[in-house]
């Protein structure tokens, strides 16, 4: 029995191949896609994955259990990334790794400064960086013993949550919206058009942005981004 249990504790440590392994990593994030991503570096790495959508999931995840990392996208649907990086950074009982992300490169001096110990800026696609951004920050001892081969792989999302993450950005702008859900649209678009590589959709972020910080009348700019989104769902766009 006593072999069986050894054999169980060992098999849950880090090893090179699998450098994350027996790690839990709570990802809070919005974008079905930068989360597909995520969740495959996390498989490859041997870490396990749970997600929250916003601020009040995390809350709900934080109160149950506590992760080994937490990776905090900067922009949420109830508030900043920033405020629940805040409080993670404070806490009496603090997650050893706590990492911001954004499609925005500026916004990892927001991330610092809330108390992150590091930021990763999407597309996160490279295995080594994500590996590397989450065992600069954890002790020595949950290290993999041994060198460890660092990996030039990259992995790809699947498109179907992509398709998601664009199916719900053509719900919202469905409705009538204030500024404040304009902004969190165009954040929104943004992230996922950076994580997906299209210039066209982060283009089109940028100009409903700008519309609403420069209080424009943003019908031009939402008309763009509906039928760009609508070219891509229906195929005859890229995806």
């Given at each position: 029995m006593t072999d069986e249990l050894t054999s169980r504790l060992n098999a849950r440590k880090p090893t090179p191949e699998r450098p994350l392994l027996g790690l839990t990593v709570l990802v809070v994030e919005d974008s079905r896609f930068a989360c597909e991503a995520i969740r495959l570096l996390c498989l490859r790495s041997g870490a396990r994955i749970r997600r929250a959508d916003c601020l009040a999931s995390a809350h709900r995840h934080l109160a149950v259990y506590r992760p080994s990392a937490v990776i905090v996208d900067m922009g949420l649907p109830d508030g900043s990334g920033a405020d629940l990086i805040r409080e993670l950074a404070a806490s009496d009982q603090r997650?050893?790794?706590?990492?911001?992300?954004?499609?925005?490169?500026?916004?990892?001096?927001?991330?610092?400064?809330?108390?992150?110990?590091?930021?990763?800026?999407?597309?996160?696609?490279?295995?080594?960086?994500?590996?590397?951004?989450?065992?600069?920050h954890l002790p020595s001892d949950e290290h993999p013993r041994g060198p460890r081969m660092v990996s030039a792989d990259k992995i790809a999302p699947d498109p179907i949550a992509l398709r998601d993450d664009l199916s719900h950005i053509a719900s919202v702008i469905a409705h009538p919206m204030d500024s404040d859900q304009m902004e969190y649209v165009a954040q929104f678009l943004s992230s996922v058009a950076q994580s997906a590589g299209d210039s066209d959709l982060a283009s089109a972020a940028v100009a409903l942005q700008s519309a609403?910080?420069?209080?424009?009348?943003?019908?031009?700019?939402?008309?763009?981004?509906?039928d760009l989104v609508d070219m891509r769902l229906t195929g005859t766009g890229p995806i």
């Open positions: 997650v050893p790794v706590i990492l911001g992300t954004s499609g925005e490169s500026l916004a990892e001096t927001d991330a610092l400064a809330a108390g992150a110990d590091g930021f990763l800026e999407k597309p996160i696609t490279s295995l080594a960086s994500f590996q590397n951004a989450v065992l600069a609403v910080h420069n209080r424009l009348p943003p019908r031009t700019a939402l008309g763009d981004i509906s």
